[in-house]
């Protein structure tokens, strides 16, 4: 046991604020850390050189599941730096599960459209990324366990439904921007742009007040077996303003403009 004089304890000494300085006594508020912006090739040269100098293929796995759940996540610029490496990693293999009849093309060589990397106008990008998403991480698991299966019937909605919807909603777009009944806003995003650009105008007024052009983002394909649609959003609701009738193995060029010319009727388009 010891017994400690509390007389003889030297007290802390007091606080003095320093009359130049600004910094609050402690504890000090933290502060965002902030990283100066580094030119694109920079960042893609420090990201190269985070994968393995040798052929190992489970820690070139390991290293792209951290680029797409970690250092993605850091700020915008190492965010479109990681996904440029991402998206030409696995395109490859996300175009090897596009089905036979199906087209693809995440990244159109002209446009003449603008689009960022953080919101690219191509929506079939969209579905590549989340390619990326569920492929990185089936990888890591296949690495990690011999026990784990891989699971195909994951990519089954992906490649049945969302790429060839997407898919056919890029050449609405492209087809349609080229007749004059579509025209992409500076903000595409779903559900986003389509509601400030048609928050006050209902789908039953446009063909009233002699619209000729609709925002892409206010647009949407319903895609089945035997049916695809154009959804157009305006006021909050959705509504089919055009519906056609799927041929077996048809291509996907051909429904899309099928779409736009139906589109056309509907707009007393000329």
């Not at 890029?170 to 025209?183: A, N, P, S």
């Not at 394909?221 to 303003?241: D, M, N, P, Q, W």
């Amino acid at each position: 046991m010891v017994i400690i004089d509390e007389k003889a304890v030297v007290p802390p000494p007091p606080y003095y604020a320093s009359s130049g300085s600004s910094v609050p006594p402690p504890p000090f508020p933290a502060r965002p850390s902030r990283q100066r912006s580094l030119p694109p090739n920079v960042l893609l040269q420090i990201i190269h050189m985070t994968f393995p100098r040798t052929p190992d293929l489970e820690r070139q796995r390991k290293t792209l599941y951290w680029l797409a759940y970690h250092l993605r996540l850091v700020d915008h610029a190492f965010y479109i730096a990681c996904m440029h490496v991402l998206r030409s990693t696995y395109l490859p293999a996300y175009s090897s599960l596009v089905r036979p009849s199906y087209s693809s093309d995440p990244f159109p060589m002209s446009s003449t459209t603008s689009s960022t990397p953080l919101d690219p106008v191509q929506r079939e990008t969209r579905v590549l990324d989340l390619f990326i998403a569920i492929k990185t991480k089936e990888d890591l698991f296949m690495d990690a366990s011999e026990l784990h299966l891989g699971r195909d019937e994951l990519f089954k909605d992906l490649f049945d439904l969302m790429q060839p919807r997407s898919r056919i909603e890029d050449l609405v777009r492209h087809y349609g921007t080229r007749e004059g009944v579509i025209h992409v806003t500076s903000t595409n995003v779903i559900g986003s742009s389509s509601t400030t650009s048609l928050n006050s105008v209902s789908s039953a007024s446009i063909r009233s007040q002699n619209r000729t052009s609709i925002p892409f983002s206010a647009l949407s394909v319903a895609f089945s077996h035997r049916k695809v649609g154009l959804t157009l959003t305006a006021s909050g609701r959705k509504r089919t303003i055009v519906e056609i009738q799927r041929l077996p193995k048809e291509k996907l060029e051909v429904i899309a403009k099928k779409l736009v010319k139906q589109l056309k009727v509907w707009l007393d388009v000329p």
